[in-house]
């Protein structure tokens, strides 16, 4: 068990970029930084998980070779055919139904739906354009990071499962019934175990 922390540490420690950002991130003030193998400084203010998340960007490909890009920033789905050429986009910022507030990452079902993820446990599941929204799903996973689907109804999600004592990471999602089928895998590690710190 102490030699898999350890290789995992050692894992963590062979990522210079995103170990700086972690530290950048708890620590949450200006860090420059000179690494070996780095041509130039990094520089990191004011970094926090809201600032790192606002910016994310998704992109998945469905099975006609669409580009749906999910963009946290913006906070809109685009899709685009393989040419580059925009189809259509849907969201908006907001907390309303069809509004995101920090999307994730879309898929297209094989049923032709889109479903959006967003960090904080929410589903929005819209028709094949975006146009309509047909059910909304708020799940105590925290924070959301992937989805994939499975089969016809099923997904599975990759989060954090909030109010349990063993923290798991996958979760098989009924999107007919809307609850959680079964969670697995727990977490490798608790923070706790290296003393609340890397």
Do not use: W
Not at 2 to 23: G, T, V
Not at 93 to 100: A, E, L, M, V
């Amino acid at each position: 068990m102490i030699e898999d922390k350890h290789r995992f540490l050692k894992y963590l420690l062979s990522e210079k970029a995103i170990f700086i950002l972690l530290l950048s991130v708890f620590f949450n003030s200006k860090v420059i930084y000179a690494q070996e193998g780095f041509d130039e400084f990094i520089t990191l203010e004011n970094i926090s998980l809201e600032n790192i998340y606002s910016q994310r960007v998704s992109v998945s490909l469905d099975e006609s070779e669409n580009f749906i890009v999910t963009n946290a920033k913006s906070k809109k789905v685009c899709v685009f055919n393989s040419g580059g050429q925009m189809l259509f986009e849907y969201g908006s910022i907001g907390k309303g139904p069809g509004d995101f507030l920090q999307p994730i990452t879309t898929i297209r079902l094989s049923s032709g739906r889109l479903l959006t993820a967003e960090l904080a446990g929410k589903l929005s599941l819209f028709n094949s354009r975006g146009d309509s929204l047909m059910k909304i799903f708020n799940i105590k996973v925290l924070p959301f990071s992937e989805v994939h689907q499975i089969s016809e109804d099923k997904i599975l999600i990759v989060g954090r499962k909030m109010f349990e004592d063993q923290v798991k990471l996958l979760h098989l999602f009924d999107l007919k019934g809307g609850v959680i089928m079964k969670s697995f895998l727990d977490l490798p590690f608790s923070i706790g175990d290296y003393g609340g710190d890397f």
